[in-house]
Nanobody, 134 residues
Framework: QVQVVESGGGLVQSGGSLSLSCAAS????????IAWFRQAPGKEREAVSC????????WYSGSVKGRFIVSRDNAKNTVYLRMNGLTPDDTAVYYC???????????????????????????WGQGTQVTVSP
């Protein structure tokens, strides 16, 4: 089964940028839908961004749309999350998740509804801390 490991977190000042990576082993990442979730202290885990297995569709939450960019390099078995314009509200542990439960027909117009559902993902990383100082 595939294993995913996040990296790239750290401390950054407000307005700064970070790039997170999600590297896979034990499987071919190109066969998995990938999502980034985050969980801030005292808050529920929330979906931030998703990308289909072929990278032909993606979704962003309203709080990050226009600031974050998800991309994937299936040849390198890695998915990236570029985070720009960071604010203290972005402080959280960021998780990468991989799954195959979203049907192919849902990779189009209905993708957002499915991809933000954490039950669609079977494989999760340990998370990487992102801290944004004021």
């Amino acid at each position: 089964q595939v294993q995913v490991v996040e990296s790239g977190g750290g401390l950054v000042q407000s307005g700064g940028s970070l790039s997170l990576s999600c590297a896979a082993s034990g499987g071919t990442l190109g066969t998995y839908d990938i999502a980034w979730f985050r969980q801030a202290p005292g808050k529920e885990r929330e979906a931030v961004s998703c990308t289909t297995d072929r990278g032909d569709n993606e979704w962003y939450s309203g709080s990050v749309k226009g600031r974050f960019i998800v991309s994937r390099d299936n040849a390198k078995n890695t998915v990236y999350l570029r985070m720009n314009g960071l604010t203290p509200d972005d402080t959280a542990v960021y998780y990468c998740a991989a799954g195959t439960k979203i049907p192919a027909w849902a990779h189009g117009s209905f993708y957002a509804t499915f991809c933000m559902d954490d039950t669609k993902y079977d494989y999760w990383g340990q998370g990487t801390q992102v801290t944004v100082s004021p």
